[in-house]
C-alpha cells in the first residue's frame, strides 16, 4: 500500500502542477484574479504530494521491501542503514524524485518567501516553475515509476553499487542537486522578466539571493563529490575531467557569472540583457547534465538509465526548455531598457571582465565534454578528451581572471583610479613575492608552475585581506573605530572577501596536490621498507577483515620520520557480494604540510602485495578552500539586504501614515 500511495502522490503532483503551470498565468494575462491566487497553494500543495511521495520510497527502501522493482534493483538486507536510505537516490527513478522534490521545495520557499515580490511576477516565476516540474513529473509516471511492483517478490536485493555505499556520496548528491536544481528559480526569474518585459535593480535584488543559495550548495557538492574520488577510487585523484563531474562544473561557472553578473544590474541598472541570458544558460546547463548523466550516453558510477526511452524523453524536453527560451529571449530582450554607462576602468569593468573569462573557460569544457559525445552521434567513431586538453586550456584562462581578483572590489564604481588600487596592494604584493621566493628555495629543481601557482593563490588570499583591511580602515584609525566599521560591514562584503579568499587557498591545495606530489608503486612483502619525502613506510603484512556487508583485505603500514614512528596506517581492499565488486579504501594521514596516503592492491604472492605511497603536500587545503567559498556564500546570504525586496502593502501604508502626521 505504500508503494500505490507514492505512485498515487506523484500522479496527483503532477495534475497540480500542470493546473500551477497554466492557470495562474492565464489569469496574470487575463487580469482573473482568483486564477492568479492559484499559484500558492499550488506550489506548497506540489511539494506536499513529492515529499509524501520520497517518503513512501525511503520507508520501502529502510524496510527492504523487495516487491518493488526499484528496492530489489539498488538494495539489499544487509545494508548498512545509512547506505539503504542513501539507495533513494542512488537510481536513476530515485534522483529523478529527488531532483523534482528540490524543484518544489524551491517553487514553495518563492510561494512562502516572496510576499514582497510583485504579485504578477511571482506568479509568473511559480508557473514556470511549475513547467519545468511537469516535464519530470511525467517522465517519472510515464516512464520512470519508482514504485513498479515486481511478483512474485525476491527474498533479497542486488545491492547498491559498493562505490556509492560511502558517507561522501550519501551526501554528495543532495548537495550537488540542492546547487543545480537551485538554479531553475534564476531561470523562472529570467523567463517572467522576459514575459513581463521588466528587468531592473529590484528584479536582480530578489534573484540573487537565490542564485547565491543554489550556488553554495553547488559548490559544497562538488567539494564532496571531488574528496570522495580522492579517499575512495584509491589512486588519490581529486578531479578527473570526468564528463559527469564536467556536468555539475559547468552550471557551476555559469552561475559563478551570473551572481557577478547581477551585482552590476542592482548596482549599476546595467547588463541586464546578458544577465537575463546567464540565467537561462545555467540552468540550461544544468538540464543538459541531467540529460548526460540520465540518457545513458556515458557509463560512470553516476550515470543510472540505459534506456533509451527516458534519454529520447529528456533530450526533447531539454530542446522544448532551452529552445523555447532562447526564442522567448531572442524576441523580448531587445525590448529592454539598456542600463547606465561605465569606464572599462571601474568595478563594472571588473566584473565584466570576469564574466568574459569565465564564460571563455566554460565554453572549453563544454568543448572537451560533449564533442566526443557529438562525434560520436554522428560518426560513430570514439575519441577521448581527457585531463591534458582540460588543463591546457582551462587553467592559463583562468589565470588572468584569479591575478584580477584582487583589483576588483578595491575599484570605484563607474570610473575607478588604477594606480590608487594597485598602490593599496603593495603590501599584497610584497607578500605574494616573499611567498614565491619561499616556495622556489624549497622546492628548488622542481616545477616552476607550480611555484607560480602557489604565488598567484597568496596573491588572491592576501588581496581579499587587503580589502577588508581597506574597509575597516585598520591601523589608519584608531582599533575602536576600525572594529566598529567591521561589525557594521556588510555582511555581504564579509561572504565576498571569505569567498575570493577560499579560491586562493584552494589555488594553494591545487600547486602543491599537482606539483610537489611524490609517489612510489612497488610490490612489498612482509617487514620491507620504503623511503618517500623524508618518511620511511614499512609494511607489516596483510590479513583478512570483515565488514557490515563486505569481506576485505587490510594491509598495514607503520610510517616513521627521523626514526621516530609517526602513525600506523591501514589500508583495505573491500569485496562486496550484493553486487559483486571489488574496491579501495584508502589509509590517509593528514600532517600539518600534507596528507601520507597508502593503498594495498592485489597479492602478488608468498605474502606480498602491490601497494601506492603517496605525499601529497597541501592537499587539505583544497577543500578548505572550497568550504571557505562556501561559507562565504553563506555569509552574503545571511546579508539583511538579501532579504529586502519591494515594500509590502502593509509597510507602504504605514510609511503613507506616518508622512500625513507629519
Excluded at 529592454?336 to 576602468?345: K, T, V, W
Excluded at 573569462?357 to 575519441?383: N, R
Excluded at 592537499?619 to 546570504?637: D, Q, Y
Amino acid at each position: 500500500m505504500i508503494a500505490e500511495t507514492g505512485h498515487f502522490a506523484v500522479i496527483l503532483a503532477l495534475v497540480v502542477a500542470l493546473l500551477q503551470a497554466s492557470l495562474p498565468l492565464a489569469g496574470t494575462a487575463l487580469r482573473i484574479p482568483a486564477w492568479s491566487a492559484l499559484a500558492v497553494p499550488a506550489a506548497v500543495l506540489q511539494f506536499a504530494l513529492i515529499l509524501l511521495a520520497f517518503g513512501c520510497l525511503m520507508v520501502l527502501y529502510i524496510t527492504s521491501d523487495f516487491s518493488v522493482m526499484n528496492v530489489w534493483q539498488n538494495s539489499h538486507s544487509a545494508k548498512p542503514l545509512l547506505y539503504k536510505i542513501s539507495g533513494v537516490w542512488g537510481n536513476h527513478e530515485g534522483s529523478l524524485l529527488l531532483w523534482v522534490l528540490i524543484l518544489a521545495l524551491f517553487g514553495m520557499a518563492v510561494a512562502l518567501f516572496g510576499s514582497n515580490l510583485p504579485p504578477s511576477l511571482r506568479t509568473r516565476v511559480l508557473s514556470v516553475q511549475a513547467m519545468i516540474g511537469v516535464g519530470f513529473l511525467g517522465l517519472l509516471v510515464f516512464l520512470s515509476n519508482p514504485f513498479n511492483r515486481i511478483f512474485p517478490a525476491p527474498v533479497d536485493g542486488n545491492g547498491l553499487n559498493p562505490l556509492l555505499q560511502d558517507p561522501g556520496l550519501a551526501f554528495h548528491p543532495p548537495f550537488l542537486y540542492l546547487g543545480y536544481v537551485g538554479f531553475s528559480i534564476a531561470f523562472s526569474f529570467a523567463i517572467a522578466a522576459l514575459i513581463e518585459g521588466k528587468v531592473d535593480a529590484a528584479w536582480a535584488r530578489w534573484v540573487r539571493p537565490w542564485t547565491l543559495a543554489a550556488w553554495t550548495f553547488l559548490t559544497i557538492g562538488i567539494a564532496l563529490g571531488s574528496w570522495w574520488a580522492y579517499y575512495e577510487l584509491g589512486w588519490g585523484g581529486w578531479w578527473f575531467w570526468d564528463p559527469v563531474e564536467n556536468a555539475s562544473f559547468m552550471p557551476w561557472l555559469a552561475g559563478t557569472a551570473l551572481l557577478h553578473s547581477a551585482i552590476v544590474v542592482e548596482k549599476r541598472d546595467a547588463l541586464k540583457t546578458w544577465t537575463v541570458l546567464l540565467a537561462i544558460l545555467t540552468f540550461s546547463l544544468s538540464l543538459l547534465g541531467t540529460f548526460i548523466v540520465r540518457s545513458g550516453l556515458l557509463n560512470s558510477v553516476h550515470a543510472f538509465a540505459s534506456d533509451p526511452g527516458r534519454g529520447v524523453f529528456i533530450l526533447a524536453f531539454l530542446i522544448l526548455v532551452i529552445g523555447g527560451s532562447l526564442a522567448l529571449y531572442a524576441v523580448r530582450a531587445p525590448a529592454l531598457r539598456a542600463g547606465g554607462l561605465f569606464a572599462p576602468i571601474s568595478r563594472e569593468g571588473a566584473l565584466v571582465f570576469n564574466n568574459l573569462i569565465l564564460i571563455t573557460a566554460l565554453a572549453t569544457v563544454f568543448l572537451g565534454t560533449m564533442y566526443p559525445l557529438f562525434l560520436d552521434a554522428i560518426t560513430g567513431a570514439k575519441v577521448t578528451v581527457g585531463p591534458p586538453y582540460f588543463n591546457a586550456t582551462f587553467a592559463p584562462l583562468m589565470t588572468p581572471l584569479v591575478a584580477v581578483m584582487a583589483f576588483g572590489p578595491l575599484l570605484a564604481w563607474k570610473r575607478a583610479d588604477l594606480m590608487g588600487a594597485l598602490h593599496r596592494l603593495k603590501f599584497a604584493a610584497a607578500a605574494t613575492v616573499v611567498a614565491l621566493l619561499g616556495a622556489l628555495y624549497f622546492t628548488w629543481g622542481g616545477p616552476v608552475l607550480a611555484v607560480l601557482g602557489f604565488g598567484l593563490g597568496v596573491w588572491v588570499v592576501m588581496g581579499s585581506l587587503v580589502e577588508v583591511v581597506e574597509r575597516t580602515r585598520l591601523f589608519r584609525a584608531s582599533a575602536r573605530d576600525s572594529l566598529n566599521r567591521a561589525i557594521h560591514m556588510p555582511r555581504s562584503v564579509w561572504g565576498s572577501a571569505l569567498a575570493h579568499a577560499g579560491v586562493g587557498v584552494f589555488i594553494l591545495g591545487a600547486a602543491g596536490a599537482l606539483g610537489w606530489e611524490s609517489e612510489k608503486l612497488q610490490v612489498m612483502k612482509p617487514g620491507d621498507q620504503v623511503e618517500l619525502a623524508g618518511y620511511t613506510f614499512i609494511f607489516d603484512g596483510a590479513r583478512p577483515a570483515r565488514g557490515p556487508n563486505y569481506d576485505a583485505t587490510e594491509g598495514t603500514f607503520r610510517v616513521y620520520r627521523n626514526g621516530e614512528l609517526l602513525t600506523v596506517m591501514q589500508a583495505q581492499t573491500r569485496r562486496f557480494a550484493n553486487p559483486p565488486m571489488e574496491t579501495t579504501e584508502a589509509a590517509i594521514h593528514p600532517t600539518r604540510m600534507g596528507d601520507l596516503f597508502a593503498v594495498v592492491g592485489t597479492p602478488a604472492g608468498d605474502g606480498a602485495y602491490q601497494t601506492r605511497l603517496y605525499r601529497k603536500p597541501l592537499i587539505n587545503l583544497l577543500w578548505t578552500g572550497a568550504l571557505l567559498m562556501a561559507f562565504g556564500g553563506l555569509v552574503s546570504l545571511s546579508d539583511r539586504r538579501h532579504r529586502v525586496g519591494a515594500p509590502s502593502r502593509r509597510r507602504v501604508e504605514a510609511a503613507g501614515t506616518a508622512a500625513q502626521r507629519a
